[in-house]
């Protein structure tokens, strides 16, 4: 009942990633709403859910992981049933700012409780692959099933189903998980001040790429909110190392397994999002493929994220967790070199290497988590859990800000009017190739660092 739980916490918040976005151009049309509006509506669950983890995570390690969880289920469950209230643009982005709160509280509880379930290493890697596995489907499927919905339903029934989701994670994790015990909790009391800044520097840094992609590198706004991101992340920083007993303790972070786990993380949630990114683009635009030949395109990379999970326990098993970090990061890094220097050249190049990606980043999910808590004290293992997602959804943004970023820089005219000329279709493939690169020296960087945190924790 335990995993079952919170295998359904994890579904939620990655299907509530996916599905809806299949229904934008009819929530458009039935709520008569902007692109900048429709663009908040996903992009406003992202932004709230990725900035309240740190804090949300901090609060469940103090007043208990489990009844933290169960709190935002109800959230989730009331936030659900609001959207068949809903009338106007502005509705819908506060009942999805809800669930990005919803999903801040649910989703590092679930990593850190599935972690919690077993003292043996194997168990524990397998049900944080199970948990991330079934999240994965719910990523994978999401589209699919939200095209198929529409056909006979009104788009609401994508919200409302997060209803019976939350219904049945709430029965299972309350009758199938312990409360927390004292001696698990954290007692220092909760630093209001750092987890303000942590949130408001995380809030612009994952609202600072959609601005870069959506105005353009000329346009002072998104230059602006990243400064400003910097700024307030240095001031969080300075807070840290002041307060007597801060909302994340600096120190944590140098600890050779929480870093290493850290740097693979953020490599290869940058390299699925900017390769998803371009990838997308390059099918769609230079070589003129419909959406649905893109969405059979993209399909290896769905079929090793999602039959992946079989093969992770048994190469951990053979090779040990650090070996398996250091063998799927480097895929990672090779998948992303292989598309920066031959992705032009063809689709065979294109699918080799969203499978190097898919096939790194679905081991390094679950290496990557495992990896941080075992590296911290037991009462801090729900701040790693979401300071393992807080760094999946900031290099998720960082991805898609340097692919987006770079094209925009090097392409003449605007990339959504077709027919391009020859010398635009030549500029767009120089542009794939800058950015797979500069990518590829991004996610090599991070897992240069992360190997030799490693190396380390191994000493």
């Known amino acids: 009942m335990a995993l079952a739980g919170l295998s359904a916490v994890f579904l939620f918040?990655?299907?509530?990633?996916?599905?809806?976005?299949v229904a934008l151009p009819t929530i458009g049309r039935e709520l008569s709403a902007s692109t900048t509006l429709l663009q908040w509506v996903t992009g406003g669950y992202a932004v709230v859910f990725g900035a309240l983890m740190l804090a949300f995570g901090a609060l469940a390690d103090r007043v208990g992981r489990r009844r933290v969880m169960l709190v935002g289920?109800?959230?989730?469950?009331?936030?659900?049933?609001?959207?068949?209230?809903?009338?106007?643009a502005e509705q819908l982005i506060a009942v999805r700012a809800a669930m990005g709160v919803a999903a801040a509280m649910t989703t590092p509880?679930?990593?850190?409780?599935?972690?919690?379930?077993?003292?043996?290493?194997?168990l524990r890697v397998r049900a944080m692959t199970l948990v991330s596995t079934v999240g994965l489907v719910g990523?994978?499927?999401?589209?699919?099933?939200?095209?198929?919905?529409?056909?006979?339903?009104?788009?609401?029934?994508?919200?409302?189903?997060?209803?019976?989701?939350?219904?049945?994670a709430f029965l299972c994790i309350r009758r199938g998980i312990p409360a927390d015990r004292a001696d698990e909790l954290h007692r220092d009391p909760l630093d209001v001040g750092g987890a303000l800044l942590g949130t408001a520097a995380?809030?612009?840094?994952?609202?600072?790429?959609?601005?870069?992609?959506?105005a353009g590198v000329a346009s002072p706004l998104p230059w602006l909110t990243a400064a400003a991101a910097v700024a307030v992340a240095v001031l969080f920083v300075v807070r840290a190392r002041a307060a007597r007993r801060p909302l994340l303790d600096l120190a944590l972070l140098a600890r050779p397994l929480v870093a290493s786990g850290l740097a693979f993380k953020g490599a290869s949630g940058?390299?699925?999002?900017?390769?998803?990114?371009?990838?997308?683009?390059?099918?769609?635009?230079?070589?003129?493929?419909?959406?649905?030949?893109?969405?059979?395109?993209?399909?290896?990379?769905?079929?090793?994220l999602i039959a992946?999970?079989?093969?992770?326990?048994?190469?951990?098993?053979?090779?040990?967790?650090?070996?398996?970090?250091?063998?799927?990061?480097?895929?990672?890094?090779?998948?992303?070199?292989?598309?920066?220097?031959?992705?032009?050249?063809g689709y065979g190049w294109v699918a080799l290497a969203?499978?190097?990606?898919?096939?790194?980043m679905r081991v390094v999910g679950v290496v990557a988590g495992t990896n941080v808590m075992r590296g911290l004290p037991a009462e801090r293992t729900t701040i790693g859990a979401a300071l393992v997602d807080t760094a999946g959804e900031v290099a998720t943004g960082v991805g898609i800000a340097v692919g987006g970023t770079i094209v925009a820089a090097l392409f003449t005219g605007d990339v959504a009017t077709s027919p391009w000329s020859a010398d635009q279709h030549a500029q767009f493939r120089e542009a794939l190739t800058a950015a797979g690169l500069a990518l590829t020296l991004l996610a090599a960087a991070l897992v240069g660092w992360g190997l030799v945190r490693a190396r380390r924790a191994s000493r």
């Open 13 to 21: 918040e990655m299907l509530d990633n996916s599905i809806l976005n």
């Open 73 to 88: 289920l109800v959230l989730l469950g009331a936030a659900g049933l609001a959207t068949a209230f809903v009338t106007t």
């Open 109 to 122: 509880g679930s990593l850190a409780l599935a972690f919690r379930l077993f003292d043996e290493e194997g």
């Open 139 to 168: 990523l994978a499927i999401g589209p699919t099933a939200g095209g198929f919905v529409l056909g006979f339903a009104p788009w609401q029934v994508l919200l409302l189903a997060n209803v019976p989701v939350a219904a049945l």
């Open 202 to 214: 995380l809030v612009l840094a994952l609202t600072a790429p959609t601005l870069f992609v959506d």
């Open 270 to 304: 940058l390299a699925v999002a900017g390769l998803g990114y371009l990838v997308t683009l390059q099918l769609q635009l230079d070589w003129g493929w419909t959406p649905a030949q893109a969405a059979v395109g993209l399909l290896p990379q769905v079929v090793v």
């Open 308 to 345: 992946g999970g079989v093969f992770i326990g048994p190469l951990v098993a053979r090779v040990g967790l650090d070996a398996a970090a250091r063998l799927s990061a480097a895929a990672v890094v090779c998948g992303l070199a292989v598309y920066g220097l031959l992705g032009r050249f």
């Open 354 to 360: 969203l499978v190097l990606v898919a096939a790194g």
